[in-house]
């Protein structure tokens, strides 16, 4: 029992750490995405810069992104891990796949968010003198805020989903945890455990994020 | 500051949002911009406000021509105008007092001189004490004048008001007008305000142009327009003002064919009843009253005049020598 729990406390640290290192790199990533998209749409959608050549081109990359199923995405991304990490197989180098299948997602999804900004509040910050990146960082990020967090708890919570679909390729983890042992050693504990706590995460991820989000908007 | 178009065209499309506008809104006035949707008025707004470039055309602040302006400049130069809107348009993500200083964040002024500046500009358009209050917990009133004071707070030398009492009830509209009047007179604005509603420009405006199809179809001063209106639309809009206005009363549904004008002094004459005793016409009177349009009473008659055409015509001659205005209306009122 005592080797169970240690195998499932550390399969849940692995799990936290991919999904919260993976959650970083694919802000970092699909956030300027995400507000590149809104910036350069059309005007009607609130674009400041529209641009419509630069955002056909970079949405259909998003689609395509997107639209890649993961596991595929993962086996693609294996050599890229190697470049990176050194090696393909682990906890970190899922990190990358993880990060690169979600940064996509997090562009459409902050794209979203600040289209739904009102497109009055942008112009009244023209009106008055603001630069394209004054709207941005003043005006357009924190209007959208609440929908925001919407967004990043979203990301966090299907990452969590992809987190354990990568243990089915050696990515450590819940999910790994999950088929090593219960799966292909017919451990139904350890199947269940490993389900149990992912339940619990992802709860835990959408209470937090709800509580968030209701107090920004408590507060306006 | 004076503010002058030269022959303004913006087209979208095959539509001629603003077809050839020219005007002069002479500095330090209050100047009315008037007409039904669609007509051009957001378009005209967004070319003088410099939002948008004219296809054709010229717009200058004082001597200097802004519609032209590369885009470092135009920043700097919208930075020294302020502007209201129907919907506010304030800021959810900030509260009032925060909504005041961000023009001035924007122009990087430093941290002191903006919460004194905040402080000045919430006591001058009402709100003093108001300043932590959330957006969402002010009234249409208050998030307007919480707008004014964001308008105002890099001390602009034109305000610009796009239907800025539109989503207000009747006394909120006459409170904010009063205070764009006050502060336009403290601070020698110009300001230019774009509207639908006639009760504005009576209430508010020194000068009105009228707009209709993108075209300036009248223009001149307020009291002027409203006794001796030329255009179909300015009488339109006249017309509808006087239909629901308090003081002007209409206890007939239908007829009406014709409407007479009195200004001033006139409306103490007892013009209708020496006309009757000397054409022998008779009135029926469908609504009456008297408006008040910038300091001058303007009285407004409803009527029918009988029995027949040639009386009738006579009639209109008498009170036309009497120097009141009679327009005929097409199809009563």
Known sequence: ?220 | MQITLKNLKRNYASLHAVDGVSLDIPSNTVYGIIGRSGAGKSTLVRLISMLEKPDQGEVYYGDKRVDNLPKDELIQERRKIGMIFQNFNLFASRNAEENIAYPMEICHMDKEHIKKRTEELLALVGLEGRGKAPVSTLSGGQKQRVAIARALAVEPQILFCDEATSALDPQTTRAILALIKEIQKKMNLTVVMITHQMEVVRDACDRVAVLDAGKIVEEGIVSDIFERPQSPVTKEFISALTTVHDSVVRWSEDGGHYTLRFRGTKTGDPIISSVTLKTGAVFNIRAAGVQEVDGTEIGVMITDIGPDKQIAAEAIKALRNEGVVVEETEEGF
């Open chain 1, 1 to 220: 029992m005592n080797t169970m729990f240690q195998l499932v406390w550390e399969a849940t640290q692995q799990t936290i750490v991919m999904v919260f290192l993976s959650t970083i790199f694919s802000l970092i990533l699909g956030f300027p995405i995400g507000v590149l998209l809104h910036v350069t749409g059309s005007e009607e959608h609130g674009g400041i810069l529209p641009h419509p050549a630069f955002y056909a081109v970079m949405s259909r990359i998003v689609n395509i992104l997107r639209s890649f199923p993961f596991l595929i995405l993962m086996i693609v991304l294996m050599p890229l891990s190697r470049l990176i990490i050194g090696t393909s197989i682990g906890t970190m180098a899922t990190v990358i796949p993880l990060s690169i299948a979600a940064a996509p997602f997090v562009a459409r999804v902050i794209e979203s968010s600040l289209k739904e900004v009102d497109p009055g509040v942008v112009q009244a910050a023209k009106a008055m003198g603001s630069t394209n990146w004054q709207i941005i960082v003043k005006v357009l990020i924190p209007e959208a805020l609440p929908s925001l967090v919407s967004g990043v708890t979203l990301t966090i919570i299907n990452l969590i989903g992809y987190s354990a679909m990568a243990g089915a390729i050696g990515g450590g983890g819940l999910g790994d945890l999950a088929i090593r042992y219960g799966y292909q050693r017919f451990r139904p504990s350890y199947m269940v455990a490993a389900v149990v706590i992912i339940i619990v995460m992802v709860e835990l991820i959408q209470f937090i994020g709800d509580r968030i989000s209701g107090h920004l908007i408590s507060r306006r």
